[in-house]
């Protein structure tokens, strides 16, 4: 499966952002779906994970309640809807899939998106 991310920019803290990620190829709806980000200097980070059933499980305390993980089966879209954002969200961010069994395995995650630049200004 090819994976095109879009919808990254520069964002005032507090404001929101929806990230998209079309993908191409083989059955979308047969894998999970996941969004890393990776600032500078840091390693990349698993930030929120879908399963093929729309069951979401979020690795990371700091997005709860602020960001939203979505998939559009019918379209081969996934989106991330990111509210309130803060400096600290500034990364690089990713959108994945990896096959269903593994879905929560940050190393399994075989097929990436191009990544798609997020700034927030303080």
């Known amino acids: 499966v090819q994976l095109q991310a879009s919808g990254g920019g520069l964002v005032q803290a507090g404001g929101s952002l929806r990230l998209a990620c079309v993908a191409s190829g083989r059955a979308f709806s047969d894998y999970a779906i996941g969004w890393f980000r990776q600032a500078p200097g840091k390693e990349r980070e698993f930030i929120v994970a879908?399963?093929?059933?729309?069951?979401?499980?979020t690795f990371v305390d700091s997005v709860k309640g602020r960001f939203t993980i979505s998939r559009d089966n019918a379209r081969n879209t996934m989106y991330l809807q990111m509210n309130s954002l803060k400096p600290e969200d500034t990364a690089v961010y990713y959108c994945?899939?990896?096959?269903?069994?593994?879905?929560?395995?940050?190393?399994?995650?075989?097929?990436w998106g191009q990544g798609t630049q997020v700034t927030v200004s303080s």
């Open positions: 879908m399963r093929w059933n729309g069951i979401a499980t």
């Open positions: 994945a899939a990896a096959l269903e069994s593994v879905w929560y395995l940050r190393e399994r995650y075989a097929y």
